[in-house]
């Protein structure tokens, strides 16, 4: 069945001399991997920024039913990045995302709201100007909303410590290391409360948002099996100490 939609790239390889295989979030389709004949020829149709870190998309294939991979006809931009690919602040922050995202997002499920907020979320960086040093925090805890594990209840005098493992804030400690309190939980859960537009009212120097960073990350691997440390996570902290 040939047919279209809106995606965002999460990976390509090389499958031969003159053709790739991309990896792409689609909003009709879920993850869903294509072939792309030819892409890799000088003369190519198809400019090989399309298939760039998170490009957003708008492709033609034939997808087969019960098929894993399908022929990519047709694909376009449908937004082009403005300032992330000339900002190392921003495309690195792009990198680590596309990387945590590849890693997470496994299945074939349609998850339409997902796709908005991924897409939403890349514009948003796209387009700011300034004012998105917390952009990556917020964006891995909102995504925890998608993956199944956002933070549970807030912190408080009582609830002063976040388990990891069960994803809640508690007043007891755990038997396990997997857990941060005082001023890293409260941070963190100020964090999960608001929203880009206003992530800026945290306040946090570069020590705390690395320590923050680490945190989110523990606590993805705890949650994504098989997640890893993401190699972009050392080029990221460099880049904004």
């Known amino acids: 069945m040939i047919s279209s939609s809106r995606g965002i790239v999460f990976h ?3 499958y031969s001399e003159t053709s790739i295989i991309a990896k792409i979030f689609t909003e ?3 993850l869903q991997s294509y072939i792309i004949k030819g892409a890799r020829r000088k003369k190519s149709k198809t400019s090989p ?10 492709l033609t294939a034939n997808h087969k039913e019960k098929s894993n991979i399908h022929f990519l006809q047709d694909v376009r931009l449908t937004y082009q990045y403005s300032s992330i690919p000339y900002d190392i602040h921003k495309s690195s922050i792009l990198l680590l995302i596309n990387e945590i995202l590849y890693r997470s997002i496994k299945e074939e499920e349609v998850n339409t709201e997902l796709f908005d907020f991924i897409s939403n979320s890349l514009q948003w960086l796209d387009l700011r100007a300034s004012g998105f040093a917390n952009f990556h925090l917020v964006f891995l805890l909102q995504l925890s909303k998608f993956l199944g594990f956002f ?4 912190y408080s ?4 410590l976040f388990d990891m493992n069960s994803g809640c804030f508690e007043s007891v400690m755990p038997s396990h290391p997997n857990y941060f309190n005082d001023k890293a939980a409260y941070q963190f859960s100020l964090l999960a409360q608001v929203s880009f537009e206003n992530m800026l009212d945290v306040p946090l120097n570069n020590t705390s948002r690395n320590y923050l960073l680490n945190n989110i990350i523990e606590y993805y691997q705890l949650h994504v099996p098989n997640l890893g440390t993401p190699k972009s996570l050392k080029v990221l ?5």
């Open 237 to 241: 902290k460099e880049v904004l100490s």
């Open 151 to 154: 933070p549970k209840g807030i």
């Open 28 to 30: 009709k389709f879920g």
């Open 12 to 14: 390509q390889l090389k």
């Open 157 to 160: 005098d009582t609830n002063h």
């Open 49 to 58: 920024g399309v298939f760039q870190h998170l490009s957003l998309v708008e």
